[in-house]
């Protein structure tokens, strides 16, 4: 069977776009209503086109509301008594529309043409939007490929497929160099339907990254035999991790590392110079404190469960590795297991704070699964 143009044209469309031929047909039957309105009809007229895609003919109709009485008649262009409106269908009902065939006509005037063509190019336009939105919301949290498409002062655009990214100073990693065609894995941090279109934030230095990377290199967390139950990072620098597993036999650390360090060498290879560190986690909050406080040794901890404070003990030669350069290990330690951690030597003579993880955002305090 020969296709017509128009429907070749149509079918164009939707290849193209993405859009439903449903959504074209409904763009078509309301460009030819306005254009319709505009040439025969009045402003206020409520007016429909019901348009054959096969033949590529339409028909109009004028739609008024059916009311009772004169008393409930609030527009009489767009409003009908019942009386009247069973003239027109013999099936009226008060309270629902009726359409009155109105005269075919095709010698549309060049404004009414113009009019038609601006509907049919917003709506076209407002339905691949919609397209775009609801297959990039199911994105949404997840890890994609990219390529850095332009570079704006400090913002660097990334190009995803069929939209770009927006990859914004808070969301790269501190020091990471970005230059047109870069590839580059980064995290979907929010898809927003803004006034002004489509709106995409991706990052790369969200700690879910480290999850999805991880997700990615390691099937036993991507089967769940593996959990991540916790994260903390420092983009750029450090990130400690929190695993758990309740298979018998399974190491979970070594899943994660991989034989030769393969696995977390492929994770590291995606965020650059970054050091990893991958402890259990424990149910027994102290142990999980001192856990987290690898590879200093711990001798004693003490805890107020109330103020989600921790005081941790430990011999003069480990106070260093406790506390870490700048504070950086009890740093990230406090914000994976979500306690303020203090770090003294165990004869009192020192003492170090760590980080009041109370007080920071969603994407530093630790997660629980």
């Given at each position: 069977?020969?296709?017509s143009?128009?429907?070749?044209?149509?079918?164009?469309?939707?290849?193209?776009k993405?859009?439903?031929k449903?959504q074209?047909?409904?763009?078509?039957e309301?460009a030819i209503?306005?254009a319709y309105r505009r040439?025969?009809?009045?402003?206020?007229?409520?007016?429909?086109a019901?348009?054959?895609l096969?033949t590529a003919?339409?028909?109009v109709y004028?739609?008024?509301d059916?009311?009772?009485?004169?008393?409930?008649?609030?527009?009489?262009?767009?409003d009908?008594l019942?009386?009247?409106?069973?003239k027109?269908d013999?099936?009226?009902?008060v309270?629902?529309?009726v359409?009155q065939?109105?005269?075919q006509?095709?010698d549309?005037?060049r404004?009414?043409a113009?009019?038609a063509?601006q509907?049919?190019?917003?709506?076209l336009r407002?339905?691949e939007?919609?397209?775009l939105f609801n297959?990039?919301?199911?994105?949404?949290?997840?890890?994609l490929?990219g390529?850095?498409?332009?570079?704006?002062g400090?913002?660097?655009?990334v190009?995803?497929?069929r939209i770009?990214g927006?990859l914004?100073?808070?969301?790269q990693i501190p020091?990471?160099e970005?230059?047109v065609?870069k590839r580059?894995?980064?995290f979907v941090?929010?898809?927003?339907?803004?006034?002004?279109g489509?709106q995409?934030?991706v990052s790369?230095?969200?700690?879910?990254?480290?999850?999805?990377?991880f997700?990615?290199?390691v099937?036993?967390?991507?089967d769940?035999?593996?959990q991540?139950?916790?994260?903390?990072?420092?983009a750029g620098s450090?990130t400690?991790?929190?695993i758990?597993?309740?298979?018998?036999?399974?190491d979970?650390?070594g899943?994660c590392?991989?034989?030769?360090?393969?696995?977390?060498?492929?994770v590291r290879?995606e965020i650059?110079d970054?050091?990893?560190d991958?402890?259990?986690?424990?149910?027994?909050i102290?142990?999980?404190?001192?856990n987290?406080?690898?590879?200093?040794?711990?001798n004693?901890?003490?805890?107020?469960?109330?103020?989600?404070?921790?005081?941790?003990?430990?011999d003069?030669?480990q106070?260093s590795?406790?506390i870490?350069?700048?504070?950086q290990n009890?740093r990230l330690a406090?914000?994976?297991?979500?306690?303020?951690?203090d770090?003294?030597?165990s004869d009192g003579?020192?003492r170090?704070k760590g980080?009041?993880?109370?007080?920071k955002g969603?994407d530093?305090t630790?997660?629980?699964?």
């Amino acid at each position: 069977m020969s296709v017509s143009p128009f429907l070749a044209a149509v079918n164009q469309i939707v290849d193209e776009k993405g859009i439903s031929k449903e959504q074209v047909i409904e763009t078509i039957e309301a460009a030819i209503s306005a254009a319709y309105r505009r040439d025969y009809g009045e402003t206020e007229w409520a007016v429909e086109a019901d348009f054959d895609l096969k033949t590529a003919k339409f028909k109009v109709y004028r739609v008024f509301d059916v009311v009772a009485s004169e008393e409930e008649l609030e527009d009489d262009e767009r409003d009908l008594l019942l009386d009247d409106a069973l003239k027109i269908d013999k099936k009226a009902k008060v309270g629902e529309q009726v359409r009155q065939e109105l005269e075919q006509k095709e010698d549309f005037g060049r404004i009414a043409a113009q009019t038609a063509k601006q509907v049919i190019i917003q709506r076209l336009r407002e339905a691949e939007r919609d397209v775009l939105f609801n297959e990039f919301k199911e994105n949404e949290h997840k890890l994609l490929n990219g390529t850095v498409q332009q570079v704006e002062g400090k913002n660097v655009i990334v190009n995803l497929g069929r939209i770009n990214g927006a990859l914004i100073p808070k969301e790269q990693i501190p020091g990471e160099e970005y230059h047109v065609g870069k590839r580059l894995k980064v995290f979907v941090k929010e898809v927003a339907d803004t006034g002004r279109g489509m709106q995409v934030i991706v990052s790369r230095s969200d700690r879910r990254l480290i999850e999805e990377l991880f997700k990615k290199e390691v099937p036993e967390i991507e089967d769940e035999s593996v959990q991540i139950k916790s994260i903390a990072r420092e983009a750029g620098s450090r990130t400690k991790i929190a695993i758990y597993t309740d298979v018998d036999g399974l190491d979970p650390v070594g899943s994660c590392v991989g034989q030769k360090g393969t696995r977390v060498h492929a994770v590291r290879a995606e965020i650059g110079d970054e050091m990893i560190d991958i402890t259990i986690w424990d149910e027994n909050i102290d142990q999980f404190i001192v856990n987290a406080l690898s590879p200093a040794k711990i001798n004693k901890v003490t805890r107020n469960e109330k103020e989600m404070h921790a005081t941790v003990y430990v011999d003069e030669d480990q106070l260093s590795l406790a506390i870490g350069r700048s504070g950086q290990n009890v740093r990230l330690a406090s914000k994976l297991t979500g306690y303020t951690i203090d770090v003294e030597r165990s004869d009192g003579k020192s003492r170090e704070k760590g980080v009041d993880t109370s007080e920071k955002g969603e994407d530093e305090t630790s997660k629980e699964k």
